[in-house]
């Protein structure tokens, strides 16, 4: 399992999104947050992306307003997790037309069957943006 | 009605979340709407069950509770409708975890789903499966997932791949079932297909040597020519990025390959070519390609040995250390960890380049740097390695000090050529970074330097020097304040001069001053205080010319707050006032401390004998080892209701006590037992009397009826005390008051041919009689034979006497005719000791101590 969990804040650090991926307790995810958030939104934009935090190796990007957070294991391919998180924005980006903070907010379950297309159970699943995107739409359409 | 048409109110309560202001408003909010959700839930209400349900993540995404909405989690998904189903899996995805019991329910529903004729229904549930599955559901639902992994649609496929990887996790038995249906997939066209098998192989591998085996033998070339077909496509708009066919598909891939290449030449071999096509042709101007070449990297250097391609890749991490981009440089030292097992030349070459990183402004990138940096060092370059890291040491910031800090000790303690080269590193650092040093640095420099006996003068002196610039620095003053304790005549003699020094002038208040300074410096604290109220006292009695102001900075103490203060003061200042006698003794230098016994003792080997809450402070006989005397105070504390004062710093004045009554003996001898280290005779003391209140007293309801046998033995420590001439102020010096008198006592019986039998010891609870007697014809041995004799109402049980000799005598201790004392004068113990001195006519004492139920009581001297 190489994803631990993936997090989407925006610059307030308010979470807009939290997929986790291992068990963790409600305590404990708030406090995984709150630190995280903390130590990725007081780094500037010349610092690399990866910070590690505890045991997990955190890839982050920046989006506007919206922070994205992969938590990774130590031996996964970082730059491979951003390319990663811009695949996913990316996709998001297609189905909601130049997605945002609001976007997410309000369709968080649309968020999370996307993301659910995407990885499952910490593995990715599927590259392909109309792939990931067709049963969605199909779903759009049915209803 | 269509959970996402009926957003309306899921939309008010997010819009009113938005709007607080407060965390107390939202909180107002969200119980508002749980309590909304409940009443809705207790209801039943079938219509509404989707968007609570909605709501409900949406409040656990914030992070509060939503336990209560599990069960409409199960409902939704045991409904018909597709759109239920989805909301309900997604719930159960978000909300439950695999270690609760309304899981279990689940199973059936999933078993059900799984077979359901609608594709995106096997989907959803084969994907909740993947993401959430238990151990037993996993055991349950594994045929119907391997059936599916052979599904006609490949969606349904990859999913089901990836649901193995649960399974096979959480049970690993079931590895075996998947391998062949694993490896077909690797055949696959479809991308996604492709990748999740490729997943699914190498977790396999990791899960079952078998399946590695199996898929080295027929799975590498099949795996090596997808690799190079995917490498070669074509421009395919779909999974295009940068210009280069889907990376992940690349990486994945290439993780595998590194699985089945690692340990194995002849699949080494199989993918050289591809691999270096890879590494030479792959892109990298965008993130892409690096991300590629990246993992490209990583597995040609753990691949069996090929020189070709590992200087390709050295090249690559070489390009990607110098890249302007962070993330790279912060990829390449990662690698360059990996790759220094591999090629330690190699990577030494870049050592310049790693060592600005150390510097730079980036936490992540100084942080992997510094630990490149460590495992760079070796014999050869550590002194300029040392220099930079020490000199970066003054201007790095405050968050990057603990970890630099820590890691430069590391390198000296670890690579120090010499003595002095370590005690010169190891000043620079206290004085730069002292509070971020650990304790068992310190400790471990006192150590060094206690051992260095030609460098006392010379680093007491670079101590006294850097204390002027760095007073704030704890540790820094810690060890100052132990040096000038034990070394101040050598800082104002100049003694030891060493030629690149330059003389300094100090006079005796000079080095008092320092001490002062440093109790009244507001950043000290108890450690360091405690630790200098100790160098006074030896410095008192070093210059004493500045007694009396020693006298007076001590004296104040006596009502402060803190006890340990206030106890030392108090005892401290007796010592100095009252007893002149006893007190150059008192304060001898500490014997050398064993470096062996301390390193080993720091690794944890020994186990801490007499107090485990700070084994470390055990290493240090300067007084701070509180702890060590904690055991003893306690013990002696029993007894301080009769003792005129509680016996002082305990442990501490034990040690010193120790110290000087075996001094005079190994200075002879030089070998002594006692000369190694005075916590060590003590430690060795406690360790053989710890043990022994363990097998004895059961419980601790016996300790506390043994209470009263304590009492009165300690009773006999003063009765002992009291015929001496010296006062008996605290009952420590009053414990060594009576060695003396009994070598005072003993000296006239050398001269006597017949040996009078002895009462060594007596109380109104315990006599113990020594009758001697040399066996003929062997001049150097006397037995002595030992006779106890309980005076008490009580049963002594589990007696043990031991015995203690310097290391030029040899005592045998027989074993003693019972452990069990009768009360009253009862009947008695005897025991036979036989002490053969190699060194004839030299005066020696024995030290016994004697443990009954609990109470261990003190030392006597006796000679031959």
Same mark, same amino acid.
């Given at each position: 399992?190489?994803?631990? &969990?993936? !997090?989407?804040?925006?610059?307030?650090?308010?979470?807009? =999104? @939290?997929?986790?991926?291992?068990?963790?307790? /409600?305590? *404990?995810?708030?406090?995984?947050?709150?630190?995280?958030?903390?130590?990725?939104?007081?780094?500037?934009?010349?610092?690399?992306?990866?910070?590690?935090?505890?045991?997990?190796?955190?890839?982050?990007?920046?989006?506007?307003?919206? &922070?994205? !957070?992969?938590?990774?294991?130590?031996?996964?391919?970082? =730059? @491979?997790?951003?390319?990663?998180?811009?695949? /996913?924005? *990316?996709?998001?980006?297609?189905?909601?037309?130049?997605?945002?903070?609001?976007?997410?907010?309000?369709?968080?379950?649309?968020?999370?069957?996307?993301?659910?297309?995407?990885?499952?159970?910490?593995?990715?699943?599927?590259?392909?943006?109309?792939?990931?995107?067709?049963?969605?739409?199909?779903?759009?359409?049915?209803? | 009605?269509?959970?996402?048409?009926?957003?309306?109110?899921?939309?008010?309560?997010?819009?009113?979340?938005?709007?607080?202001?407060?965390?107390?408003?939202?909180?107002?909010?969200?119980?508002?709407?749980?309590?909304?959700?409940?009443?809705?839930?207790?209801?039943?209400?079938?219509?509404?069950?989707?968007?609570?349900?909605?709501?409900?993540?949406?409040?656990?995404?914030?992070?509060?509770?939503?336990?209560?909405?599990?069960?409409?989690?199960?409902?939704?998904?045991?409904?018909?409708?597709?759109?239920?189903?989805?909301?309900?899996?997604?719930?159960?995805?978000?909300?439950?975890?695999?270690?609760?019991?309304?899981?279990?329910?689940?199973?059936?529903?999933?078993?059900?789903?799984?077979?359901?004729?609608?594709?995106?229904?096997?989907?959803?549930?084969?994907?909740?499966?993947?993401?959430?599955?238990?151990?037993?559901?996993?055991?349950?639902?594994?045929?119907?997932?391997?059936?599916?992994?052979?599904?006609?649609?490949?969606?349904?496929?990859?999913?089901?791949?990836?649901?193995?990887?649960?399974?096979?996790?959480?049970?690993?038995?079931?590895?075996?079932?998947?391998?062949?249906?694993?490896?077909?997939?690797?055949?696959?066209?479809?991308?996604?297909?492709?990748?999740?098998?490729?997943?699914?192989?190498?977790?396999?591998?990791?899960?079952?040597?078998?399946?590695?085996?199996?898929?080295?033998?027929?799975?590498?070339?099949?795996?090596?020519?997808?690799?190079?077909?995917?490498?070669?496509?074509?421009?395919?708009?779909?999974?295009?990025?940068?210009?280069?066919?889907?990376?992940?598909?690349?990486?994945?891939?290439?993780?595998?390959?590194?699985?089945?290449?690692?340990?194995?030449?002849?699949?080494?071999?199989?993918?050289?070519?591809?691999?270096?096509?890879?590494?030479?042709?792959?892109?990298?101007?965008?993130?892409?390609?690096?991300?590629?070449?990246?993992?490209?990297?990583?597995?040609?250097?753990?691949?069996?040995?090929?020189?070709?391609?590992?200087?390709?890749?050295?090249?690559?991490?070489?390009?990607?250390?110098?890249?302007?981009?962070?993330?790279?440089?912060?990829?390449?030292?990662?690698?360059?960890?990996?790759?220094?097992?591999?090629?330690?030349?190699?990577?030494?070459?870049?050592?310049?380049?790693?060592?600005?990183?150390?510097?730079?402004?980036?936490?992540?990138?100084?942080?992997?740097?510094?630990?490149?940096?460590?495992?760079?060092?070796?014999?050869?370059?550590?002194?300029?390695?040392?220099?930079?890291?020490?000199?970066?040491?003054?201007?790095?910031?405050?968050?990057?000090?603990?970890?630099?800090?820590?890691?430069?000790?590391?390198?000296?303690?670890?690579?120090?050529?010499?003595?002095?080269?370590?005690?010169?590193?190891?000043?620079?650092?206290?004085?730069?970074?002292?509070?971020?040093?650990?304790?068992?640095?310190?400790?471990?420099?006192?150590?060094?330097?206690?051992?260095?006996?030609?460098?006392?003068?010379?680093?007491?002196?670079?101590?006294?020097?850097?204390?002027?610039?760095?007073?704030?620095?704890?540790?820094?003053?810690?060890?100052?304040?132990?040096?000038?304790?034990?070394?101040?005549?050598?800082?104002?003699?100049?003694?030891?001069?060493?030629?690149?020094?330059?003389?300094?002038?100090?006079?005796?208040?000079?080095?008092?001053?320092?001490?002062?300074?440093?109790?009244?410096?507001?950043?000290?604290?108890?450690?360091?205080?405690?630790?200098?109220?100790?160098?006074?006292?030896?410095?008192?009695?070093?210059?004493?010319?500045?007694?009396?102001?020693?006298?007076?900075?001590?004296?104040?103490?006596?009502?402060?707050?803190?006890?340990?203060?206030?106890?030392?003061?108090?005892?401290?200042?007796?010592?100095?006032?009252?007893?002149?006698?006893?007190?150059?003794?008192?304060?001898?230098?500490?014997?050398?401390?064993?470096?062996?016994?301390?390193?080993?003792?720091?690794?944890?080997?020994?186990?801490?004998?007499?107090?485990?809450?700070?084994?470390?402070?055990?290493?240090?006989?300067?007084?701070?080892?509180?702890?060590?005397?904690?055991?003893?105070?306690?013990?002696?504390?029993?007894?301080?209701?009769?003792?005129?004062?509680?016996?002082?710093?305990?442990?501490?004045?034990?040690?010193?006590?120790?110290?000087?009554?075996?001094?005079?003996?190994?200075?002879?001898?030089?070998?002594?037992?006692?000369?190694?280290?005075?916590?060590?005779?003590?430690?060795?003391?406690?360790?053989?009397?710890?043990?022994?209140?363990?097998?004895?007293?059961?419980?601790?309801?016996?300790?506390?009826?043994?209470?009263?046998?304590?009492?009165?033995?300690?009773?006999?420590?003063?009765?002992?005390?009291?015929?001496?001439?010296?006062?008996?102020?605290?009952?420590?010096?009053?414990?060594?008051?009576?060695?003396?008198?009994?070598?005072?006592?003993?000296?006239?019986?050398?001269?006597?041919?017949?040996?009078?039998?002895?009462?060594?010891?007596?109380?109104?609870?315990?006599?113990?009689?020594?009758?001697?007697?040399?066996?003929?014809?062997?001049?150097?041995?006397?037995?002595?034979?030992?006779?106890?004799?309980?005076?008490?109402?009580?049963?002594?049980?589990?007696?043990?006497?031991?015995?203690?000799?310097?290391?030029?005598?040899?005592?045998?201790?027989?074993?003693?005719?019972?452990?069990?004392?009768?009360?009253?004068?009862?009947?008695?113990?005897?025991?036979?000791?036989?002490?053969?001195?190699?060194?004839?006519?030299?005066?020696?004492?024995?030290?016994?101590?004697?443990?009954?139920?609990?109470?261990?009581?003190?030392?006597?001297?006796?000679?031959?």
């Amino acid at each position: 399992m190489g994803i631990r &969990f993936i !997090l989407m804040v925006n610059k307030q650090g308010q979470t807009r =999104l @939290a997929q986790y991926y291992e068990y963790l307790t /409600l305590e *404990e995810r708030r406090a995984l947050e709150g630190e995280i958030v903390r130590k990725c939104l007081a780094r500037n934009e010349q610092q690399c992306s990866f910070v590690e935090h505890r045991n997990y190796k955190i890839v982050y990007r920046r989006y506007a307003s919206l &922070f994205f !957070l992969v938590g990774v294991d130590n031996d996964e391919n970082e =730059l @491979a997790i951003l390319e990663f998180i811009h695949l /996913l924005v *990316e996709t998001m980006d297609r189905h909601f037309g130049n997605v945002c903070e609001l976007d997410i907010m309000f369709h968080l379950e649309k968020a999370h069957f996307m993301l659910e297309e995407m990885v499952m159970n910490g593995c990715i699943v599927e590259t392909s943006k109309s792939n990931i995107l067709s049963p969605i739409q199909l779903m759009d359409k049915t209803s | 009605m269509n959970p996402f048409s009926s957003g309306t109110r899921l939309r008010d309560m997010i819009r009113a979340i938005r709007a607080c202001k407060t965390a107390a408003e939202e909180r107002a909010v969200v119980r508002k709407e749980c309590a909304a959700i409940r009443a809705s839930v207790s209801e039943n209400d079938q219509d509404y069950r989707h968007r609570n349900l909605a709501k409900l993540m949406f409040i656990h995404m914030l992070g509060y509770p939503t336990h209560f909405g599990q069960m409409e989690c199960l409902k939704l998904i045991a409904s018909a409708g597709f759109p239920e189903k989805r909301i309900g899996y997604l719930g159960l995805m978000l909300l439950l975890d695999e270690r609760q019991e309304v899981l279990m329910l689940v199973t059936n529903s999933l078993k059900q789903d799984l077979n359901h004729s609608n594709q995106y229904i096997v989907g959803l549930a084969l994907c909740a499966l993947g993401n959430i599955c238990s151990a037993e559901m996993a055991r349950d639902l594994a045929p119907e997932v391997e059936r599916l992994l052979q599904f006609r649609d490949p969606n349904i496929r990859k999913k089901a791949a990836l649901c193995s990887i649960r399974i096979i996790k959480k049970v690993p038995d079931l590895a075996e079932n998947f391998i062949n249906p694993a490896a077909t997939l690797l055949k696959e066209k479809h991308h996604g297909v492709l990748i999740t098998g490729v997943q699914l192989c190498t977790d396999l591998c990791k899960v079952s040597p078998e399946a590695l085996e199996y898929f080295r033998k027929k799975c590498t070339d099949g795996l090596v020519k997808v690799l190079k077909d995917v490498v070669n496509s074509p421009y395919a708009p779909e999974y295009d990025i940068a210009g280069i066919t889907d990376p992940f598909l690349h990486i994945k891939l290439l993780k595998l390959l590194r699985v089945l290449g690692q340990g194995d030449a002849d699949a080494s071999d199989c993918m050289n070519d591809i691999l270096a096509q890879v590494a030479t042709k792959t892109e990298s101007n965008k993130n892409a390609g690096n991300a590629i070449l990246y993992e490209c990297v990583e597995t040609i250097m753990s691949i069996e040995d090929n020189s070709g391609l590992r200087v390709l890749a050295i090249n690559i991490l070489g390009r990607f250390l110098s890249n302007r981009d962070n993330n790279i440089r912060y990829v390449a030292l990662n690698m360059l960890m990996k790759a220094i097992t591999v090629d330690a030349q190699a990577v030494q070459r870049h050592r310049a380049t790693i060592l600005e990183c150390v510097k730079d402004s980036d936490a992540s990138i100084r942080k992997r740097a510094l630990e490149l940096v460590y495992l760079l060092v070796n014999d050869s370059n550590v002194k300029p390695l040392t220099k930079e890291l020490i000199d970066y040491l003054e201007v790095s910031d405050q968050d990057f000090k603990g970890d630099l800090t820590a890691k430069i000790c590391s390198i000296v303690e670890k690579f120090s050529p010499e003595k002095i080269w370590y005690i010169d590193q190891m000043l620079k650092v206290l004085s730069e970074a002292g509070n971020f040093v650990k304790d068992e640095v310190w400790h471990a420099l006192i150590v060094v330097i206690s051992n260095a006996s030609d460098l006392h003068g010379y680093t007491v002196r670079s101590l006294y020097r850097a204390f002027q610039t760095s007073v704030e620095q704890e540790s820094l003053v810690r060890v100052t304040v132990w040096c000038i304790g034990e070394y101040g005549d050598m800082l104002v003699n100049n003694v030891g001069m060493l030629d690149k020094e330059e003389p300094i002038t100090v006079t005796e208040s000079d080095a008092v001053d320092v001490i002062e300074i440093a109790i009244k410096h507001h950043k000290s604290d108890l450690t360091t205080r405690a630790m200098a109220f100790i160098a006074l006292l030896k410095l008192s009695c070093r210059f004493p010319t500045c007694s009396q102001r020693i006298r007076d900075i001590i004296f104040p103490y006596k009502g402060n707050l803190v006890l340990e203060l206030q106890q030392r003061s108090i005892e401290f200042n007796s010592i100095i006032e009252k007893h002149q006698n006893i007190r150059s003794a008192l304060v001898e230098r500490m014997p050398v401390l064993d470096e062996a016994t301390y390193s080993g003792r720091r690794a944890g080997s020994l186990p801490a004998t007499v107090s485990t809450s700070n084994g470390a402070s055990l290493n240090l006989p300067n007084g701070v080892a509180k702890p060590t005397a904690a055991p003893l105070v306690d013990l002696l504390d029993l007894t301080s209701d009769d003792a005129p004062a509680p016996s002082s710093s305990g442990g501490d004045f034990l040690q010193d006590l120790l110290g000087v009554d075996l001094s005079p003996a190994s200075s002879q001898t030089g070998t002594s037992a006692a000369s190694k280290t005075g916590t060590d005779v003590l430690l060795d003391l406690l360790s053989i009397g710890t043990p022994s209140p363990v097998q004895s007293s059961s419980s601790t309801a016996d300790i506390l009826s043994s209470i009263q046998d304590n009492k009165t033995s300690v009773a006999t420590l003063e009765r002992l005390s009291s015929p001496s001439s010296h006062s008996a102020q605290a009952s420590s010096p009053a414990g060594a008051s009576p060695v003396m008198d009994l070598l005072d006592g003993f000296t006239p019986n050398l001269a006597m041919p017949v040996y009078p039998s002895v009462v060594a010891f007596e109380s109104s609870s315990l006599k113990i009689m020594f009758n001697f007697s040399k066996p003929p014809g062997n001049p150097q041995t006397t037995l002595i034979q030992a006779n106890f004799i309980n005076m008490s109402p009580h049963v002594y049980t589990d007696f043990i006497f031991q015995a203690a000799v310097p290391k030029f005598l040899q005592l045998h201790l027989d074993p003693a005719s019972s452990n069990t004392l009768p009360a009253s004068d009862n009947g008695s113990i005897t025991q036979s000791l036989r002490v053969t001195n190699s060194q004839h006519g030299k005066v020696s004492e024995l030290h016994f101590f004697i443990i009954y139920t609990f109470f261990p009581v003190l030392i006597l001297g006796f000679m031959t």
